[in-house]
Structures are given as C-alpha cells and as structure tokens.
C-alpha cells in the first residue's frame, strides 16, 4: 500500500560532506561475525495444574507446566500440570500441550485455591499465541509471543472432596535484561568501553528512570564527518536529538549513540559490530532493558552500519530504520529475517537511490514479502510517498518511504517547518 503526501513551500537542503565520495562508494567486503546466543526465555508466571496451551510462531523453546496447586480446607492438592506446547513451526503451527488430569478427591469440605508455580516463559517466535484456559485445575503458563506468554488461567472451581481451585495461568513479560531490579549506576553522558581499544559512546537514559521496568533501547549512528555528540544533541545533520526520536518516545526509551573510528563505521575485521555487542553487553547488565525491542538507526554511513547489523545480529535486534543508507559497512549474514524500514531521496547525490532499492528489496525477499513497484515521487517534488510491503513474514514488515530531495535525514515536504521523517521511523519502531 502505498501513501502520497504533498505540501507547499522549501526546505533546508543539507551540506552534503564531499569526503564521503572516494572511501564510501568502494564499499566494504562482509566480516565474518559469529552471532551470539540471544535466545532469552521471558519471565515465570503463576499457573496452576492442567493441560498446556498451544504455541504458534516460528522458532523458540514451549515452557514448563505449571506446578500443582495447594489443597486448602479438605481439598487435596491438585496433579503436576504437564508439560507446555512445543513451539510452532516457522509455517505458525501449534505444538502439542500436555494434559495431567485434575487432583485426586479430598475427605470432605470444599477444596482450598490453589497458587501453583507458573511455567517458565519461552521463546516461541514472533506472533506465538498464549496458552489457552486449562483443563479441570487449570492451565500450565506455556512461552507464548516473543519473549513468553503465560497460559490463561483455568476455573474449575472444586466442590466438595474435589480437587483444589485452579490457580492463575502465567503471566506474559518482556526479555527482561540482567540490570533489571539493579541500583542504577550508569548515568547519561559519554562513557569509554573497552573493544578492541578505548570506544566511546553517549548515553541517554529517561528522567523517570524505573530498574524495574524493561526500556526499549534504540542505538543511533552518525554519518561520515559526524559524532555521537551530534546525534545526542542535535546538530550537523539531524535536527533534534537522535534523529528526532527522543522527543517522540517520550521517556519510553533508553538511546546509545555510539562513536565511530575516524568519524565513520568501516567496520573493518567485524570492529564495530563487536563494539555494539560490548555496549549492548554492558547496558543490559547495567541498566533494565527489553531484550526483545532493542533497534539501531542511522543516517547514510551510520545506516550503512545498521544494515551491517541487520545482516549479522538479526537475533538480537528487533528492527532497523535506515536513513538514505548504502551497504558500506559490510553484509555478514544477511538470511535472517528483521523488520526494515529505509528513507530515501530519489535526488540523493552521495548514495544513490538505486542502492537504497536494493538494500530494501533484499530484506522484502529475506522477509517473505510480496515483489511491489512502489511509485516514488519525482524528483524536487517537494513530496514523500510511504509503501509497507505486503505478505511479509509475522513481525518483520518492511516499509520503504521515499521523497523528492536529496541526501537528507530530516527532509521536509513543501510547507512543513518539521520533517515528516521523525514521525515515520517512531510508528514503525512503536508497532513493537
């Protein structure tokens, strides 16, 4: 589907720096990058005894049953809930639950609630459903969505010498990180990591800060020429601090700009995504995050890096949005599905539109996305044209929006005195 969205007066066209030229158009061979682990299993819930749910989605392990439930007055304490559904196949099939069969009868009086441990949350694939109600003394927490969904809670209330009340089925919860419930001790500013040598980068945590709350992360990187300090601040290239995405995430987000080697990312020998996987290993540990959300952007050289990262750590990052990025950083990887969304200016006179097409038509194969043709706008049209591609696999959209200007982070269509940019990329990251 695609959006047309028209306007009425100029816009600042950005002072494209000239050394891009000769060390970017080459490109960068891909790096062979090992991807690490980052099957996270979600939180417990509380569940009772009884059958398990089914779990669809691709990928991912089905958690454990729920414990039995504790008999009160009379009431004997309900069977072991058997085991979770397994995980659905990538196709979205259900795995099989488990079935245990309600406590045996107590002598008399009416049987007591039951709080039988829930199953531990597994991590079924994006789009897997909960657990459904349990059977009899209630349903086993089965690992449902990305990070685990508990099963829904039976109510097979017990009657007298009956089994014990069914207890609560577990709850859902986020890839809670390691630095969740942990006294804060990372604070904003710039900070130096150890990766191959002294690495800098800034970092930006919400005023409201709660250890107890998962964040979504997003890391942002600069352009060739640029800085960290420009992205956290604003300035240079992008008007309003990372990318415009602080002001729009309203204390919901935690962001990293990272510092490039010489004011870019060759990403030479793997260099900067292992700095990304030392700052992503510090900052969860230090800091609460959602593991299942976090996301990297950037402008030109700095999307050309977050494209790197989407090639060799679709595991760990939910999505990437691009801002008239090129492949310069390299293409470890590159067979795993992400969601994906690239701006581009069909007048991009440092990397050309058609480069853009290709990175975005690459992840709408890898995606399992329907082939479209979108109809980008014409050249100094002063408009914008938005598509989202159709039939893309669960949880790895794509959507490519592409306007009339030239290489620009921050286009404005005619009229508007705020770039439309900004907004786009905080839908797309927001859906998740």
């Not at 691709?58 to 454990?64: E, I, L, Q, S, T």
């Not at 002598?107 to 349990?134: D, F, H, P, R, Y």
């Not at 006294?183 to 919400?206: A, C, D, F, W």
């Amino acid at each position: 589907m695609t959006e047309r969205i028209r306007r009425t007066s100029s816009r600042a066209l950005l002072v494209v720096v000239p050394l891009l030229a000769a060390p970017l158009f080459a490109g960068c061979s891909a790096e062979g990058v090992p991807n690490p682990d980052a099957d996270k299993a979600g939180g417990p819930g509380t569940g009772g005894s009884g059958t398990g749910g089914s779990a669809s989605g691709a990928g991912g392990r089905a958690a454990a049953g729920g414990g039995a439930g504790t008999g009160a007055t009379g009431g004997t304490a309900g069977a072991p809930g058997g085991a979770g559904g397994g995980a659905g196949t990538p196709s979205g099939g259900s795995g099989a639950g488990g079935t245990t069969p309600a406590g045996g009868a107590g002598s008399g009086g009416i049987g007591g609630a039951g709080s039988g441990m829930g199953g531990l949350g597994g991590i079924a694939g994006l789009g897997a459903n909960a657990g459904t109600a349990g059977q009899n003394a209630g349903a086993a927490g089965i690992g449902g969505g990305r990070a685990g969904g508990g099963g829904a809670a039976g109510s097979a209330a017990g009657s007298a010498g009956a089994a014990g009340m069914a207890g609560s089925g577990g709850s859902g919860a986020t890839g809670e990180s390691a630095g969740c419930g942990k006294t804060r001790s990372l604070m904003n500013g710039r900070k130096t990591i150890q990766s191959g040598g002294n690495r800098e980068y800034i970092i930006r945590v919400p005023d409201n800060y709660d250890n107890n709350k998962p964040y979504r992360l997003i890391l942002a990187y600069h352009w060739l020429n640029g800085n960290a300090s420009q992205v956290a601040d604003g300035g240079g290239s992008t008007e309003d601090p990372y990318y415009g995405l602080w002001d729009l995430a309203e204390n919901s987000t935690i962001f990293v700009a990272p510092e490039g080697l010489n004011a870019g990312w060759s990403n030479s020998g793997g260099a900067d995504v292992n700095l990304t996987d030392a700052i992503l290993k510090y900052v969860e540990g230090e800091l609460c995050i959602d593991t299942t959300r976090v996301f990297a952007t950037g402008f030109s050289f700095g999307a050309g890096m977050s494209y790197a990262l989407a090639c060799a750590r679709a595991d760990v990052f939910r999505g990437v949005v691009l801002y008239a990025g090129g492949q310069l950083s390299g293409c470890s990887g590159g067979t795993t599905p992400i969601a994906y969304m690239h701006v581009h200016g069909v007048n991009d006179s440092v990397l050309n539109i058609s480069g853009g097409r290709q990175m975005r038509d690459h992840y709408v194969t890898v995606n399992g996305c329907m082939a479209q043709t979108p109809q980008d706008p014409g050249g100094n049209s002063g408009t914008h044209t938005c598509t989202s591609y159709q039939g893309c696999s669960a949880g790895h959209p794509v959507r490519w929006c592409a306007h009339g200007g030239d290489h620009n982070p921050t286009e404005k269509d005619s009229g508007q005195n705020k770039s439309w940019v900004p907004g786009e990329a905080w839908k797309f990251i927001e859906q998740f």
